[in-house]
């Protein structure tokens, strides 16, 4: 039997705009302990943004809290749909090096899937299940 992303996804990912500001972003991610957000605009998903991206790509560079998140979120985005193959879904990872991917159905983002949901759901004798699995540092 076929085991697709919906049966693995965070459904209702947090969506953020292209205009709203890092610092914005950086609280969203903070009051909801996320560490990556679905980038949209008008609606339709264009990216994703990361704690490590505001960082590295934001605060490191100089760039500034008011500065749009458009400005850092990852442009070549690499999206799979409800209904793929886990399989399919974690080649797709390897070969774009990426460890979480926005679900969509058509521009609408309905989930996200991190390598550490695959690796609970798949492998949870794994050091990346337990790791994934365990509480948040505070």
């Not at 609280?27 to 609606?43: F, K, P, R, W």
């Not at 974690?90 to 070969?95: C, G």
């Not at 699995?133 to 505070?138: I, R, S, T, V």
């Amino acid at each position: 039997m076929t085991r697709t992303v919906s049966e693995f996804m965070t459904a209702h990912p947090t969506v953020v705009e292209v205009t709203d500001s890092l610092q914005s972003v950086a609280q969203t991610m903070a009051t909801q302990d996320l560490g990556s957000l679905v980038v949209a605009e008008g609606g339709s998903v264009v990216g994703i943004v990361t704690d490590r991206d505001l960082v590295v790509r934001g605060l490191a560079a100089g760039i500034g809290l008011d500065a749009p998140v458009g400005q850092l979120a990852t442009d070549a985005l690499v999206s799979v749909g409800p209904n793929d193959d886990v399989a399919e879904v974690v080649q797709i990872m390897r070969d774009n090096a990426v460890r979480r991917v926005p679900v969509l159905d058509g521009d609408t983002a309905v989930g996200i899937v991190t390598i550490g949901d695959l690796a609970q759901a798949l492998d949870s004798d794994s050091a990346l299940a337990d790791i994934s699995a365990a509480p948040p540092n505070d």
